[in-house]
C-alpha cells in the first residue's frame, strides 16, 4: 500500500508506472458471445461440483473422526480423573480430542479459499477475454499516487483494489477495478465501496483540471474547502437527467469544450446502469480521466459452493457497463479527431499498482486540493 501523495497541480511530468498495456480491446465481442458465456459458465459450474464434492467428503470425514475423537477423549478424561486420579492428564486428552476435529473443520474449510480462488485464476480471466480482450489481473488497481492527483477521492487510510480489468481501446488505455477506501479499524464502514475507472487519453486532449460530480454531499462538503479556488463551469443539455452533474474547474473555458452533451450524456448512462450510483469524474494532467462510482455490489466474487453458478447474469451487466465506457472513449476519439492530436506511443504504462494484503497496507490521507499552486520562488 503506497502512502498518499502531494495535491494535484498541472504539472505535465508524467506520473510513475508500472504496468504496459499491450492487449487490444474490441468493442464487438462477436456474435457467438452468448454462446461463449454458456460455455464459460458450464466449465465453472463444472469447477464448483467438483470443489463441492471434495467440501462434502471432507465434511463427512471430519464429522466421523470429530466425534470418534470426542468420544475417546471423554473416556479418556474419566479414566484419569476418577481412575488415574491426574487431572493434568484428564484435561490433557479431553484438549487433544478436541484439538483433532477443530483442524479437521479447518482442512474442510480451505476447500471454500481453494474454490474461490480457482473462480478468479481460471475462470475470470477468460471472462476478461471474452468481454472484448481485456486482460485480468485479481490483485491489482489503479495506482495510489494517481488517485491523490484525482481531488475527489475522500480521506481514507487503507485504499484495497482487486479484480482489475486492463486493456486498450482505439488508443486509450482502460483500467476499472473495485475498490474499497475505509479505515485501519476493520469493524468501521468503508468510506467508499464501488469501482475506480482510469482512462489514459491521447497527451493534449484535457487542459486544466475539472471536475465533475453528482455527489452533492461531497460537494457541501469541499466546495468551500477543498475545491475553493476552482470555479463553476455552467453546462446545459436538452435532457435534464444529463444536467445531474455539477462542475469546477481552474480551466472554465477548455472545461466547457470537453465537457460538451455528448460526454455528460455517456457519463449519465454510466451512472443508471449501476443503479443510479452518484458518479463523480475528475479530468487531469494533459491525458487523464478518472471516474468513481458508488457500487457496493460484488461483481467478481464466486458463488456460493452449494449454489449453482448464475454468471451469465454478471457476464451481461459487464458487458453493458463495459460497453458504456467505450461509448465514453469513443467521446475523447472525437475530440482527438477534431484537434488532431497524435496518440501517444504503445510503450506508456498504465499507472497501477499491485496490493498488499490490507494488514500490510499504510495509511493515506488524500491531497488538500486539485487547483493549480503557483510555483515556488528560486532559490539563490
Known amino acids: 500500500m503506497s502512502k498518499a501523495t502531494p495535491p494535484p497541480s498541472d504539472d505535465p511530468a508524467p506520473v510513475e508506472t508500472t504496468v504496459t498495456v499491450e492487449n487490444v480491446v474490441e468493442r464487438d465481442m462477436g456474435e457467438d458471445f452468448e454462446q461463449r458465456v454458456e460455455q464459460l459458465i458450464n466449465d465453472a459450474e463444472a469447477m464448483r461440483l467438483s470443489f463441492m464434492k471434495r467440501h462434502r467428503t471432507r465434511g463427512h470425514l471430519t464429522t466421523t473422526v470429530g466425534l470418534i475423537s470426542l468420544v475417546l477423549g471423554a473416556s479418556a478424561f474419566g479414566w484419569f480423573l476418577f481412575v488415574d486420579v491426574s487431572i493434568i492428564k484428564a484435561f ?6 478436541a484439538a483433532i476435529p477443530l483442524f479437521l473443520h479447518l482442512w474442510t474449510a480451505s476447500i471454500l479459499q481453494d474454490y474461490k480462488s480457482s473462480y478468479k485464476r481460471v475462470f475470470l480471466p477468460r471472462l476478461a477475454k471474452a468481454l472484448g480482450g481485456f486482460k485480468f489481473h485479481p490483485n491489482r488497481g489503479i495506482g495510489a499516487k494517481i488517485i491523490s492527483k484525482t481531488g475527489i477521492v ?24 473495485e475498490a474499497r477506501l475505509g479505515y485501519k479499524q476493520e469493524y468501521k464502514e468503508p468510506i467508499f465501496d464501488g469501482i475506480f475507472v482510469l482512462l489514459e487519453v491521447p497527451q493534449g486532449i484535457i487542459e486544466g483540471h475539472t471536475i465533475l460530480t453528482a455527489d452533492n454531499g461531497m460537494i457541501k462538503q469541499w466546495r468551500s474547502s477543498r475545491w475553493k479556488s476552482l470555479q463553476d463551469v455552467d453546462v446545459k443539455t436538452g435532457n435534464k437527467s444529463w444536467d445531474r452533474f455539477s462542475i469546477y474547474s481552474d480551466n472554465p473555458e477548455a472545461a466547457k469544450l470537453l465537457v460538451g452533451e455528448r460526454l455528460l450524456k455517456e457519463l449519465a448512462e454510466a451512472a443508471d446502469i449501476f443503479d443510479e450510483a452518484p458518479l463523480s469524474a475528475a479530468f487531469f494532467r494533459n491525458r487523464f480521466v478518472f471516474l468513481m462510482i458508488p457500487y457496493k455490489k460484488d461483481m467478481f466474487e464466486a458463488s456460493n459452493i452449494h449454489m449453482p453458478v448464475a454468471t451469465k447474469r454478471h457476464a451481461m451487466q459487464c458487458k ?27 510503450d506508456v504504462h498504465h499507472p497501477v499498482d499491485e496490493f498488499p494484503a490490507p494488514s500490510e497496507q499504510a495509511a493515506e490521507q488524500p491531497p488538500e486540493a486539485p487547483p493549480k499552486e503557483p510555483p515556488e520562488e528560486p532559490k539563490e
Not at 92 to 97: D, L, N, R, T, Y
Not at 154 to 177: I, T
Not at 323 to 346: S, W
Open 92 to 97: 490433557g486428552s479431553m484438549m487433544i480430542a
Open 320 to 346: 453493458r457497463e463495459i460497453e458504456q465506457i467505450l461509448e465514453i472513449i469513443d467521446v475523447f476519439d472525437v475530440y482527438q479527431t477534431e484537434k488532431k492530436k497524435p496518440a501517444e506511443e504503445d
Open 154 to 177: 475522500p480521506p481514507h487510510e487503507v485504499y484495497d483494489a482487486e479484480d482489475c480489468f486492463m486493456g486498450k481501446y482505439h488508443g486509450v488505455k482502460v483500467l476499472f477495478s
